[in-house]
């Protein structure tokens, strides 16, 4: 690619020319594409808050859990052993 300080004031000013008439050309699409995006978004937002509901209804709906009773196949888990503490050994001098 040619450096911009090779370029003669001339070239230097038709490139600039040719770059802004390329983004200008390009800003239909990306208007576009940026309504696109938006839209995505507020369909994912509005997926996100259905099921969010749902799943607060489905929590209210479902029979208190009662704190006494623990499945029959489950089973508690197993006391952890207590580690040893260790002690820095002593330089004699």
Known sequence: MENPENLSPEELAAKKEEML??????????KAQ???EKMLSD????RFK???IQMQYAMMMAPPE???????NITPPAPQ??????KLKKEEA
Not at 25 to 30: G, R, W
Not at 43 to 46: G, L, M, N, R, V
Not at 66 to 72: A, I, K, T, V
Not at 81 to 86: D, E, F, Q, S, W
Request: charged fraction near 40%.
């Open 21 to 30: 008439e390329f983004y200008k050309e390009s800003m239909p699409y990306l």
């Open 34 to 36: 940026l309504a696109y």
């Open 43 to 46: 369909i994912d937002e509005t």
């Open 50 to 52: 259905r099921t969010q």
């Open 66 to 72: 009662e704190e006494g009773e623990m499945p029959e």
């Open 81 to 86: 052993p207590t580690a040893k503490k260790r």
